[in-house]
């Protein structure tokens, strides 16, 4: 077993326990995936242009300034992290990247639904390493793309480039509470439920954090049809601990 755990791998673990020893347990590679290593790419660059554009800015910040960093910001990372030889075409290739800026456009647009500039401008840290120990699971860590300050307390945001909403766990619980009754089978969403967890706990714990923070509620925003946009894993509140 590994020393420490992510939801990521638990996931893998409830999916396929073999797929699991082979990737952590024993470190063995499969063969290449250039669909998947499009996919990693794209989220890395999405998530250090934000990144990097909310460790630049503060609330004083203009608007436009905050657009203009998150598009050269984009660029950079872009032409570093991501390799036209993974695509098909360089037609294909250029599409992706201009999929990835309208992404961007779409998040930091003040007149859209989306709230990026003020989360780059509140923002109290990024690409926090998170940590917590249960008692049957051992061990659990993640890492929090954004945390931002918010009248309640703190918000953690975390950067989704998906164009479906089926990633996300549903309000309810319903499905939870189907995967722990065994009346189904839900890796994926189950995954989603650790890491608010993970999210949650590992706030309280961090440091850096504690002031201020006294109970954590988790909610989720739902990306719309053919968007990719930032969602809320996790907020923290000042409701008593």
Not at 41 to 48: N, P
Not at 78 to 96: G, H, I, L, Q, V
Not at 204 to 212: L, P, T
């Amino acid at each position: 077993m590994t020393d420490r755990l992510s939801p990521s791998r638990l996931a893998t673990y409830m999916t396929c326990p073999r797929k699991f020893e082979f990737d952590y347990v024993h470190g063995l590679e499969g063969e290449d995936d250039t669909d998947l290593q499009r996919y990693f790419d794209r989220g890395r660059v999405l998530d250090t242009a934000l990144q990097r554009t909310a460790d630049s800015v503060t609330k004083e910040t203009d608007t436009d300034t905050v657009q203009l960093l998150a598009r050269e910001n984009f660029a950079d990372e872009w032409a570093t992290r991501t390799d036209a030889s993974n695509y098909p075409s360089p037609a294909s290739y250029e599409y992706d990247q201009r999929v990835c800026e309208a992404a961007i456009e779409d998040y930091l647009d003040p007149v859209s639904d989306g709230d990026g500039v003020i989360h780059l401008k509140r923002s109290v840290g990024t690409e926090i390493h998170l940590e917590w120990t249960d008692d049957d699971l051992g061990t659990l860590h993640g890492y929090a793309d954004n945390v931002i300050r918010t009248a309640e307390g703190f918000l953690i945001i975390d950067y989704k480039a998906s164009y479906s909403s089926s990633r996300f766990p549903n309000k309810n619980g319903s499905d939870l509470e189907s995967q722990l009754d065994g009346t189904s089978h839900y890796p994926s969403r189950l995954k989603k439920w650790l890491q608010i967890a993970m999210y949650c706990r590992g706030l309280k714990e961090h440091r850096a954090m504690r002031s201020g923070l006294c109970s954590m509620a988790s909610s989720g925003r739902k990306p719309g049809p053919r968007r990719m946009k930032a969602t809320r894993s996790a907020s923290a509140g000042k409701h008593g601990r």
